[in-house]
C-alpha cells in the first residue's frame, strides 16, 4: 500500500499520496437550487475530478473522502488506508443538462472497475472503485448501471465496483481542489511545489484520452 511520502519521492515513485501540512477542512457545500450531486471513488480523486468538472451540465466537483468509520478524516489519516475511506468526488450536475445515468456510464470508463483496491500505481482501499448512495432510488440507479455496464462486457474481468451507502463524507483540504487545474495553469514555480511526476505521467495521459473519447459532451465542445 502506497502511504505519505515526501514530495520529491512522490514525484520519483509516482504516486499521489504526498506529505504536506494538513489546514482544516472547509465545510461541505450545500446543494445549489436545481442540482443534484453523485459521489463516486475509483482511484486518486485528483484524475476523477479534472474529468468530470469537463462535461457540460456538470457546474463544480468537489475532491473528499467518503464510506469511513470516522468524521472528518484528514488526507494524512485516509492514506493510511486505517478510516476506511475512500478517496471521492462529489459532482454537483444540472439533471436537465446531464442526467446521473450518463455521469455513471462515463464514471465506468474513465478508470478500471476491475482492479480490487488499486488504480495504477495506487494501491489501498482508499483507492477502492465505488457509488455511494444516499436513498434507495440512487442505489438502485448504481445497481442498474453496474449490471448494465457487466452485461455490455466492456471489460473482460468482473467489475468490483462497490455500491455503499454515503457516510461521513468530508470535503478533502483545500490544496487538493481543482488540483491538476492549478498544475495546468501554474507557472514553472507552482508545478515546482506540487507532485509534477504524478500529474504528467498518471493524469495528463487520462485527460487527453477523455478529451478524444468525450469531445461532444466537453464545455465548449472540445476543451
Known sequence: MFMKLLIAA??????ACVLQSTP?????????????TLVVAGGCFWC????????????????????????????EQVCTGTTGHAEAVKIFFDPKVISADDL??????IHDPTTLNSQGPDHGTQYRSAIFYSNDVEKARA????????NEKIWPN????TIEPLKNYTRAEEYHQDYYKKFEEGTTTVKAGMN?????????PKVTKFRQKYAHLLKGGTR
Not at 25 to 32: D, R
Not at 143 to 150: C, G, R, S, T, V
Open 10 to 15: 512522490a514525484m520519483t515513485a509516482g504516486t
Open 24 to 36: 482544516m477542512q472547509a465545510p461541505n457545500e450545500p446543494t445549489p437550487p436545481g442540482q443534484s
Open 48 to 75: 476523477l475530478e479534472t474529468q468530470f468538472e469537463r462535461l457540460k451540465g456538470v457546474s463544480k466537483v468537489e475532491s473528499g473522502y467518503a464510506g469511513g468509520s470516522m468524521a472528518n478524516p484528514t488526507y
Open 104 to 109: 455513471l456510464h462515463v464514471f465506468f470508463t
Open 143 to 150: 445497481e442498474k448501471i453496474k449490471a448494465e455496464i457487466a
Open 158 to 161: 468482473p467489475i468490483v465496483t
Open 196 to 204: 509534477a511526476g504524478y500529474c504528467t505521467a498518471i493524469i495528463e
